[in-house]
């Protein structure tokens, strides 16, 4: 169901599509299961797209995706949600146009551009809603994101589908194939989808926990860099052992990625460099010894109350406070 | 004799598991007093059991032979043979099960050793059984002192070095701590490592102690000198939180070194030699000359460090004449060797015989620095983690608790604490 697309277009994806289907679809998970509630399947009126949930890992959502085609570069930037017709099993067309409208208004130079969805992967069902889709655009782009959070994966979870024509037993069938997409972004943009990853709980918090999950999400970024490194590292050496053969191509594109490092080799960076780290280091150091001795004071306090001797008169104690 | 083949069997098929160890430990335990009884005995019956295999069995076995009287001199180099062997190759598991009977069996092997005057041969089967019988790194046992001993007076100092290397947390018998400090102490100064011999020496002076023993007089004596030699100080009181007895009775049997002390604080090299030749006797019967030569040497050190803190620049015959030195060129030989121990940062003008003193160099940002504090980071990462549990087994000792509970009924905080129970029924 998914070989490669041969349409030649490259795709571009922009972070913000993401984030709108991740909160519609997590919005619309909380909805149908709210954490309070006991039963998980209650008849809400709001029907933002919901698709039959049974359980709410199930809930599909829908939606539209705008954006502007340049000759070959299709760029997405923008989506919206759409209504979802159970009974018919498409998409409620008058909403949809209804929409277009308006954001036509106040972005004129973007198109509806294709559609999105939730779930692991394109079903048949999804052929009709893009066949609806094909009078507005003749080629539709349909992504596809899998909201089940899984740690061991490194990329992200979208995927964006094209329709081509490939003759299967002998009649011509429009299916899904895989396009390969990029993500763009501006700089504005990314910004402000930092800012919203990035969210922190909202009473704020001690200075201790901002800094703490501060520090947690480097940590994780430079883990993740460092894992990415080691990989191409083994690589590399397996080239070299010859247990892989030797593929220019790669080797290229390394070079090339060692040479835009920062060329900061020199001897006053290295200094101020292991200056700063040194001066990290003492300060940890000292508030490891203040938390030592802090310690240390408990277990004295209680040796002394434990053991002490029976010489001390009543009245010369110090109460604890 | 019957019975014996009998054990030896029982020993040879029950030494698989755990399960089947304790029913032999208590087999063993009960058949000791017709071992002991039994004259047919001999080492020989020791070849039928594997010491790897049957650890707990031939431990008995070889502690009935070999805890008898004096032996002569082949038979205890065999037996001393014996037990080397059998301590290098036992099994740790088994020996835990009667510890107090391996500790006792390596004790007796230790005497051996010393009648043989070899100490030597029983360094490394020594530090091996202390390995094999401590239960974690953090616990002292009665062999550590044991083996300190030997490598004490093998002089092979590396080896007791490093026993020395881990941080003792629990201590079972006051005795083996004093005796693994004092003998630690000894150690390091034979390595010339002060500051940790400063550490251990401490230890003893400052360990809790009803009266004062003869361990801690021996201490507290090589302490004088050793913080003389280390840091060129000297002050007559003890540390605050050495005990009572130790503070009253210390200082009375040690006049002597107190004298060489306060001698050494007014900084004289002529006076100093003077007491030292006074009281050289003394220091001779403690063994302690050598040491007292070197606290002496140190004088100039220490008058050549005091004279870094006043001038810039020196020539070579103006630190001669004000440390009392000979002539120029042992100021010249004296500096070098601070130099090169990293105690004073100078630079010597050849030329016209000048000494210029500078700052500390060290600025602190090299890499060998951030291994330095990592490892420093760690250790006290380390300690605060023991320094923890300690906290939590204190909170539930009941003697802790009764205390408690007693003080907070004084002071009445209206009606929010109920009072703690002041009996436990356990």
Known sequence: MAPSSSSGLTFKLHPLVMLNISDHFTRVKTQLNPPSSSCATRNIPTTVGAGAATSPQNVRVYGCVIGAQRGRTVEIFNSFELVFDPSSDSLDRSFLEKKQELYQKVFPGFYVLGWYSTGSEANESDMHIHKALMDINESPVYVLLNPAINHAQKDLPVTIYESEFHVIDGIAQPIFVNASYTIETVEAERISVDHVAHLKPSDGGSAATQLAAHLTGIHSAIKMLNSRIRVLFQYLVAMQRGDIPCDNSLLRQAASLLRSLPAAHSEKFDDNFLMEYNDKLLMSYLAMITNCTSNMNEVVDKVKTAYAKKSRTGGSRIPFM | ?426
Request: glycine share 4%; charged share 25%; net charge negative.
């Open chain 2, 1 to 426: 004799m019957s019975s014996t083949e009998n054990l030896i069997t029982s020993i040879q098929g029950l030494s698989a598991s755990s399960g089947d160890l304790s029913a032999l430990h208590r087999i063993l335990k009960g058949a000791e007093e017709t071992l002991r009884a039994d004259s047919d005995l001999q080492l020989s019956t020791l070849d039928q059991l594997d010491p790897s295999k049957h650890s707990l069995g031939y431990l008995y076995l070889l502690d009935v032979l070999t805890c008898g009287g004096p032996m002569s001199k082949e038979k205890a180099s065999e037996v001393v043979l014996l037990i080397a062997r059998f301590i290098t190759s036992c099994d740790a598991e088994q020996i835990r099960l009667a510890s107090d009977k391996f500790v006792s069996l390596c004790k007796g092997f230790k005497d051996r050793v010393l009648e043989l005057e070899d100490p030597l041969r029983g360094v490394a089967p020594l530090l091996s059984a202390v390995r094999k019988v401590q239960v974690s790194t953090k616990r002292l046992t009665a062999l550590h002192p044991d083996c300190l001993q030997l490598c004490l007076q093998a002089k092979c100092y590396k080896a007791g070095f490093s026993i020395l290397s881990d941080d003792i947390l629990e201590v079972d018998q006051p005795r083996d701590f004093y005796l693994y400090c004092y003998y630690g102490g000894m150690i390091c100064i034979g390595q010339k490592k002060f500051q940790k011999a400063l550490e251990l020496l401490y230890n003893v002076v400052t360990a809790p102690m009803h009266s004062v023993n003869a361990i801690a007089l021996e201490a507290y004596k090589k302490y004088v000198l050793v913080t003389l030699i280390h840091s060129g100080q000297f002050s007559v009181s003890l540390p605050k939180c050495a005990s009572t007895a130790a503070q009253r009775h210390l200082k009375t049997w040690s006049i002597p070194y107190t004298e060489v002390g306060n001698c050494y604080n007014e900084g004289k090299i002529s006076e100093l030699q003077a007491v030292v030749v006074a009281h050289s006797s003394d220091f001779e019967k403690d063994n302690n000359l050598g040491l007292v030569k070197q606290a002496v040497s140190s004088l100039y050190k220490r008058n050549i460090l005091r004279l870094t803190q006043k001038y810039l620049t020196l020539s070579l015959q103006d630190i001669a004449n004000m440390v009392q030195l000979a002539n120029a060129k042992e100021a010249e030989m004296h500096v070098l060797q601070m130099i090169q121990d990293g105690q004073i940062h100078a630079l010597i003008n050849q030329k016209d015989g000048m000494v210029r003193f500078l700052e500390d160099p060290e600025q602190y940002k090299t890499s060998e620095m951030i291994e330095v504090m990592d490892s420093v980071i760690q250790r006290t990462i380390m300690l605060s983690k023991n320094l923890i549990a300690m906290d939590e087994s204190l909170s539930c000792d009941p003697l802790y608790l009764g205390k408690v509970g007693r003080e907070r009924q004084r002071y009445d905080f209206g009606e929010d604490f109920d009072t703690v129970p002041q009996k436990f029924s356990m």
